[in-house]
């Protein structure tokens, strides 16, 4: 990853971080109230020192700077439990505000483009690349300006006791962010390649779930597990060098870190010894100037430390956004819609002229079609497997744009309101999803409120009492339609669709999947349906057994 991108991607990391601007101010303010009471323990902790020691004070006498220091430290350890509180909340409110930026691209594209990316890829940038953001906004950032604050706290207190122990800290303190720096461009890289490697692993490995049963019947388990291993090895490899990277930016800053508070002691061994005599304006150096600015010394460090234990956030940070950013900032072409409303009638005309169907990417599917679709018929769209009937039905739900006229009810579908036409259709695709859950929990994604009159109506319709009586409506359906037949669930599908009450039925190739008994049941089915349809089938004796009159769409080599 070049330069120039890291630092967009920086820029627009920050930029997100609107909704919890002010968890983070409280959570800095804390901080600096901290690094104040951290002042102040060290002035009470090196009065009791140098009492104890070279003053000989009577102990009773210093009860109240003992209580002090307990309530010091009482008190820096609230702020700190306050402090993981809000940066945890932070972070959390930060993930649920980008993972519903990238739903909603997801809404805005449609179905049609998210079947272009393996599901596994969707899972790792809502689930792992999001979470790999949350301690860039809940330490981070916080560390970044504290580790500007609380130095130039205690600078402000150690200069006016000792001018050179404050000059120490003040040259020292930049070889820390410079090497984190050379270090942290490194990492940066490694992390963005360990993302990109686990989506890549997340999406084969998802997807060869899914068609375990075709790799097993044709034999070729073996080969794709080779290949998972092969790519799990990468994705160790790159984690490996993530976590090498964080170690030696940890060891650099420890040596650096360690350098400087050596070189303060030895500034102060010398001066004990009268060796040196500059760095106290004039005045005789005590034993609480020493234990003072030397108590500080590591804690002016801790920031910048903690800063480059969190920079390998930053750079998981930015690993994570450049797939998100690549995602919400990528330039597809969407279906267009208006604010003019469809008139929803019992039936839907649909006129088209010079249609083509549009990829997300501006290419076309289909070529320009011309027809008229009259009110209450069953028109079949008849063509071959990539003549562009898939397409063409994306196009009548809103999910793919188009060019030319498409009008539905007189009114241009790209000037209407896509929300309240998708509520006047009822659709089944090819490959009906049944989600994990009974029965009638699918069967109520039609209708959420359909009664169980309704919903017993509608499996009558469907011809799916029968089967649904035996397993019962709250028998459970597993994952990818699990516990039901192929043919069951075309019919559970299309007891969905018409709980929706729609004034048109959209069937994408129906009879996929189904053997010859199953579609003579589904084309008795269909005939009993008062409900006027569009269905897309490349099955030619289907389409002219159910319906009225056929549309041919001719074989594309772009559909």
Known sequence: MDKLRQKYLQKWLRAQQQPVKKLMRTNIALATLSSLILVAQTYFLATLLDKLIMQHVDRAELVPYFIALIITFALRAVILWLREKIGFKAGRLLRNHMRQKILDKIHQ?????????????????????????????????????????????????????????????MITAPLVPIFMILVGIAAADSSQKNMATLSRLSAQFLDRLRGLETLRLFNRTSEQTQHIESTTEDFRETTMAVLKMAFLSS???????????????????????????????????????????????????????????????????????????????ADYLIAHQGNEQIPAQSAVEIQAENLVALSPQGQPLTKPLSFHIPKE????????????????????????????????????????????WRKQIAWVGQNPLLLQGSIKENLLLGDIQATDEQIEQALVSAQAKEFTDKLGLDSEIKDGGMGVSVGQAQRLAIARALLRKGNLLLLDEPTNGLDVKNIAKLTALLRELQLPMLIASHDLRFSETLADSCLSLATDNDG
């Not at 580790?147 to 404050?166: C, D, E, K, Y």
């Not at 898939?390 to 790209?414: D, Q």
């Open 109 to 169: 594209v449609g179905p049609a483009t998210i079947n272009n990316k393996p599901a596994g890829s969707w899972a790792s940038i809502m689930l792992e690349q999001v979470e790999n953001l949350h301690n860039f906004y809940a330490r981070f950032l916080p560390q970044q300006s504290l580790s500007a604050i609380v130095p130039m706290v205690i600078l402000i207190a150690v200069f006016p006791l000792n001018w050179a122990a404050g000059l120490i800290l």
């Open 251 to 329: 060891a650099v800053l420890e040596f650096f870190t360690s350098i400087s508070i050596a070189l303060m002691a030895v500034y102060f061994g010398f001066s004990y010894l009268g060796q040196v005599e500059f760095g106290t304006y004039g005045t005789t150096l005590t034993l609480f100037t020493g234990f003072f600015c030397l108590i500080l010394a590591p804690e002016f460090y801790q920031p910048l430390r903690d800063l480059g234990t969190y920079y390998h956030d930053r750079a998981a940070g930015i690993g994570a956004a450049d797939a998100i950013v690549d995602f919400l900032e």
């Open 377 to 420: 018929s069953h028109i079949a769209l008849v063509g071959q497997s990539g003549a562009g009937k898939t397409s063409l039905i994306n196009v009548l739900l809103g999910f793919l744009p188009y060019e030319g006229s498409l009008k539905i009810n007189g009114v241009e579908l790209n000037q209407s309101r896509l929300s309240d």
